[in-house]
């Protein structure tokens, strides 16, 4: 049994990041409502309590009974769990006179203390916050301050309790993993033993268990998290997963042939399905974006069901679904809502039960699993791409001839980024056809054809999204490209936008 680091989440952006920063330091830990803690669990060495987007003193702030936690494990409060610690023990939290927001340095830093323990002064943190805490209770003390935050961080003198008022989970704290990795593991005593290669021995070893000789079916999109999930239940249990990869007509050039010779390598026993011209005619003229979703996601269901149906004795539905997917996060209106992804209603249509061995992976966590367990790194490190393909990235109705228009585009575009080795230090990129014509010269002709957006992001968990700058001549080479070798493009543009406010796909 692995030990465990509990963060209670009192709602804030940055409780995932935590999360990830403290896996980092091969300590499993696990995100639950800041009212959820698991007084039953022998494995729990330590708490984190997250920030907040409240201020303590609101009637509507998120509010949890220390009582069985404090005093049992050593506790970490950040931000708004700083500052929920110090007031319910009678110290004071006040609006601040404007603000906290950006980087600041520690001046004060109380080098006895081990939770500061090799930070030095001056290191640079990372404050976002709108109220201070002005004075502590009785029996707390300052152990780090900055010009500006008398209280940056403290500890109660004789119980291992401490809170900081900045945020050392984000990046910009300098010191930030220094600081939780003197809490999880010395403070707490972590042993550093979570890896991708224990987690694939203890998890093959439960699947092993859990799932005995019964028969899964999966359904494999070509994405790194259904494929790393196929090859794991594969180690578990062998010819008794089925995969279904079902070609909907819009994924990219040649994609459905090479990512089933991918899976043929790994030894993974795959049934390929070729549905495009039933998506083609279901989706002919529709030009709503949701609209769309909607068709695809229903065919997607309907033929994987139709090809299930075929298999005789299945019991379990495999899925790729991470942790993000199934952490119960906190609305800011304080009702707790499960945001739990499945792949489209499958489970309740088929009445299989669910097998998730990603369910508490990471993204990041996801590829480093891949990896050790073999798997090709064109598999591990792909971008993400969107469940409907490229039915998102062309605006309006959709027609095999507008499929195959982007899909030598968006091929040239990708194909681009790899030969430049620019790939890598992309999070998203791919074309998108435009639905208007432009007029163009080519030779001594007029032409009035299409239009061809190109988009790159950086992201590292697509909630915000930067544009990519991309040399000039890389983009020149690969306009070029596309309006010589596509017919039906004239004009290639590249999308500069951010999000927000723009999302990272057009529909």
């Known amino acids: 049994m692995h030990q465990k680091i509990i963060i ?43 920030g907040s987007p409240f201020s303590v003193y609101d009637e509507k702030a998120f509010k949890t009974e220390l009582a069985g936690i404090r005093g049992k494990y050593p506790l970490l409060g950040i931000c708004y769990g700083a500052q929920f610690m110090a007031y319910i023990n009678g110290g004071t939290v006040e609006p601040a006179d404007s603000r906290e927001y950006g980087r600041a340095h520690l001046e004060y830093i109380d080098g006895t203390d081990p939770l500061l323990k090799g930070i030095e002064k001056g290191a640079q943190v990372w404050m976002s916050h709108g109220d201070t805490i002005t004075s502590l209770p009785e029996g707390f003390k300052i152990i780090a301050s900055t010009d500006h935050v008398p209280v940056a961080a403290y500890r109660a003198e004789n119980e291992q309790l401490w809170g900081v008022q900045f945020h050392p989970e984000v990046y910009h704290s300098e010191c930030g993993t220094e600081i939780l990795r003197n809490f999880v593991v ?45 090859v794991l239940l594969n180690k578990a249990i062998g010819k008794n997963l089925t995969c279904i990869f079902v070609d909907h007509g819009m994924l990219r050039k040649n994609e459905f042939a ?55 004795d299945v ?16 609305s800011i209106t304080g009702t707790t809502i499960k945001s739990h992804h499945n792949v489209g209603g499958l489970p309740e249509k088929m009445n299989l039960r669910l097998c998730e061995p ?8 996801v590829r480093a699993v891949g990896r050790e367990l073999g798997m090709p790194e064109h598999l591990i490190s792909r971008h993400p791409f969107p469940g409907p393909g490229l039915a998102v990235r062309i605006l309006g109705d959709i027609t095999p ?11 040239i575009f990708i194909s681009g980024l790899r030969e430049w080795g620019l790939y890598d230090s992309v ?17 001594d002709e007029r032409t009035y054809e299409r239009a061809v957006a190109l988009r790159a992001v950086t992201s590292t968990d697509a909630m915000t999204a930067d544009w990519v700058r991309l040399p000039y001549d890389f983009l020149a080479e690969v306009s070029n490209k596309i309006i010589n070798k596509v017919r039906g493009v004239n004009r290639v543009t590249y999308d500069i936008s951010s999000k927000p406010p723009a999302t990272i796909e057009w529909e």
């Open 8 to 50: 209670l989440d009192f709602g804030s952006q940055t409780t995932q990041l935590i999360g990830r920063r403290v896996r980092e330091l091969n300590m499993y830990c696990e995100i639950v409502p800041y009212n959820k803690f698991p007084h039953n669990d022998p494995s729990v060495i330590g708490v984190i309590l997250s």
């Open 186 to 230: 010395d403070i707490c005593g972590g042993k550093q033993d979570w890896s991708a290669a224990s987690f694939i021995e203890s998890t093959v070893n439960e699947l092993k268990e859990q799932l005995g000789n019964d028969k899964v079916v999966l359904g494999l999109s070509g994405g790194v998290d259904s494929s790393v999930a196929a």
């Open 258 to 312: 090479n990512v089933m010779h991918d899976y043929e390598g790994l030894g993974l026993n795959v049934i390929g399905v070729d549905a495009s011209a039933k998506f083609f005619s279901e989706l002919a003229g529709v030009t709503d974006p949701e609209r769309k979703r909607k068709i695809i996601g229903k065919g997607f269901i309907d033929v994987f069901d139709e090809e299930a149906h075929k298999l005789t």
């Open 315 to 330: 019991k379990w539905l495999g899925q790729g679904t991470i942790y993000p997917d199934c952490i119960e996060s906190l």
């Open 358 to 365: 990603l369910r508490l992976l990471f993204k990041d966590e």
């Open 401 to 411: 001839e507008k499929v195959s228009i982007l899909q030598n585009a968006d091929d």
């Open 427 to 443: 999070w998203q990129a791919g074309a998108i056809l435009l639905p208007v014509q432009s007029v163009g010269v080519m030779g």
